[in-house]
């Protein structure tokens, strides 16, 4: 896939490479805290909830719904100017309450985005190293990009 | 624990503008002097030096070099957003109060419009070079198209429509009351009346806010003299008293991504409101105004619910009722706000409520005005609060 001129790309840390190393696989993995078994997002050096240091990245369904959205329409930013419009979520992932993640919607028309909507991870391959996770309805037809 | 004894003694401001044609350090230099001017203190008796700033302010070890002040007692420069508005001054008070320092000048200046924007190119780089996210933050957030505050904000002010059915004509209620203040403030940029068809016919920036949602980026800079309250008796004006002063940074959860939040529809005020009340001693009912943290409409919704003021969900009608405005039961943003008067990051609407307890306010005065409420933040992660009392 042709990279779009200046896409940010991510600059993992030590802590985060896993979660890359899983998007590259298009595989979405989460660290989940071995002490009280949550999952958390974004990573952290140790439980927001219990904190516990010990933790293990596990692989999660990818599914979730619209906790809530935003219509991107103006923003400053060299490359997401260009993509304007475009839908950002907060999805809730269905592991587990309140494990939210941020996240770029695609595949759908921005008026037709709804609190709760079935939303599930998509991987866009970025570059050969790197890909991004994505949002769509579920069971949408792929190929359209937001 | 109740600070004892701390009271605001001066507030100094430059113009407001889109375009200062100065430096940050001058605008600093500038409202610090004119504060001390104000409070018949001379400059160089400033040994106390409080700022903050996204990395775009002139910090205090530039600001006292400029102003000849020599050695700082007590010198504290955050790297923070709005949110620290309130916090900065509470720990000036802190500063007098236990002796550290005995004149504390506590600025924010910046060239918001000229200079660098929030939601830019350059920002989004200096944030995420800042200590201010943790290093996992802004990898996810500028890869999703996250990139500005309004955004961010925006989505939380999405959550409140989807619990609470907000919409549109509750944020433009506010909007349109921070105008109605502005007219009668010859500080503020933004004077001419606002209707709700003009509202509605701004462009939208990041759906559900237009650009009337959003805070005015300005150049600026204002001040303030925070001292014990012996020696501002002894100063010109008469002395605003602190009479509390809360913070909330919450453990486990973000700085702009809130992604840690049980509820995105309630902000930080929730968590400070009881303990802020009861530390000056009075109740809601004792405000007789609010200068409620506006860098977007909806942030100004959602403080005046926590705060206890009106229930959840309520705080729209507050407004389109016109109990928000001068004359109503709680007149809210009486300079304009950062909406209209100008983004000088929060600290203005503290020497706002200076001015309505030293009763100078003129035209937009809220009479008998005995204590005032400010504050700082509107997400659920952090913010703070002052309340000030008339000598």
């Known amino acids: 896939m042709e990279m779009l001129p200046g896409q940010p790309l991510p600059v993992p840390t030590v802590l985060t490479q896993p979660f890359w190393d899983g998007c590259r696989e298009h595989r979405l993995s989460l660290q989940r805290c071995l002490g009280c078994r949550r999952f958390r997002f974004y990573p952290t050096a140790a439980c927001p909830h219990c904190a516990s240091p010990d933790s293990r990245w596990e692989e999660v369904s990818g599914q979730g719904t619209v906790y809530s959205w935003i219509v991107a329409r103006k923003t400053y930013d060299p490359y997401w100017r260009n993509r304007v419009p475009y839908v950002c979520a907060i999805v809730e992932l269905r592991e587990q309450e309140g494990l939210f993640m941020p996240g770029l919607l695609v595949d759908v028309d921005p008026s037709e985005v709804r609190a709760e909507m079935p939303v599930e991870v998509v991987f866009e391959d970025v570059s050969e190293t790197v890909s991004l996770p994505r949002w769509r309805p579920r069971g949408a037809a792929a190929g359209r990009s937001g | 624990m109740a600070i004892d004894g701390a009271s605001i003694a001066g507030v100094g401001w430059t113009r407001y503008s889109r375009n200062s044609g100065a430096s940050v350090e001058e605008l600093a230099v500038e409202a610090v002097r004119a504060a001390a001017d104000d409070a018949g203190l001379d400059v160089q008796e400033i040994d106390g030096l409080v700022t903050y700033g996204l990395c775009d302010t002139a910090y205090s070890g530039v600001v006292g070099t400029s102003l000849g002040l020599g050695e700082l007692n007590y010198f504290s420069d955050h790297t923070a957003g709005g949110n620290v508005a309130c916090a900065v001054v509470t720990e000036a008070a802190m500063a007098v109060a236990t002796g550290r320092a ?72 506010v909007a349109m009351t921070c105008r109605n203040h502005a007219a009668l403030n010859e500080r503020a940029q933004m004077r001419e009346p606002l209707t709700l068809d003009r509202y509605e016919a701004s462009p939208w920036i990041a759906d559900p806010f237009r650009v009337l949602d959003c805070c005015l980026q300005t150049d600026g800079a204002c001040a303030l003299i925070v001292t014990s309250d012996e020696r501002a008796r002894d100063l010109r004006k008469p002395p605003v008293r602190f009479r509390a002063g809360a913070s909330s940074g919450h453990a486990a959860r973000g700085v702009m991504w809130t992604n840690f939040a049980e509820d995105h529809s309630t902000c930080y005020a929730a968590r400070i409101a009881d303990r802020l009340f009861a530390e000056a001693g009075i109740g809601r009912e004792d405000v007789d105004f609010a200068e409620l943290y506006d860098c977007f409409t909806y942030s100004v919704l959602v403080q005046l619910e926590d705060f206890g003021f009106v229930p959840k969900g309520e705080a729209g009608a507050f407004f389109r009722d016109g109990q928000a405005a001068l004359g109503g039961r709680l007149p809210v943003n009486t300079h304009g706000g950062l909406l209209s008067e100008g983004y000088i990051h929060g600290l203005n609407s503290v020497t706002e409520a200076v001015i309505q307890l030293r009763g100078e306010a003129g035209a937009r005065q809220v009479e008998g005005a005995g204590f005032g409420l400010v504050c700082a933040g509107g997400a659920a992660n952090s913010g703070s609060a002052l309340i000030l009392g008339a000598a």
């Open chain 2, 102 to 173: 005995k004149h504390v000048a506590v600025y924010r200046a910046l060239n918001g419009a000229s200079g660098i924007r929030y939601g830019g190119g350059a920002w989004s780089q200096m944030m995420a070079t800042t200590s201010l996210f943790s290093d996992a933050e802004p990898q996810f957030l500028d890869t999703c198209g996250l990139t500005m505050p309004a955004q961010h904000f925006a989505m939380l002010a999405r959550r409140h429509m989807i619990k609470y059915g907000t919409d549109h004509r509750d944020f433009a209620a």
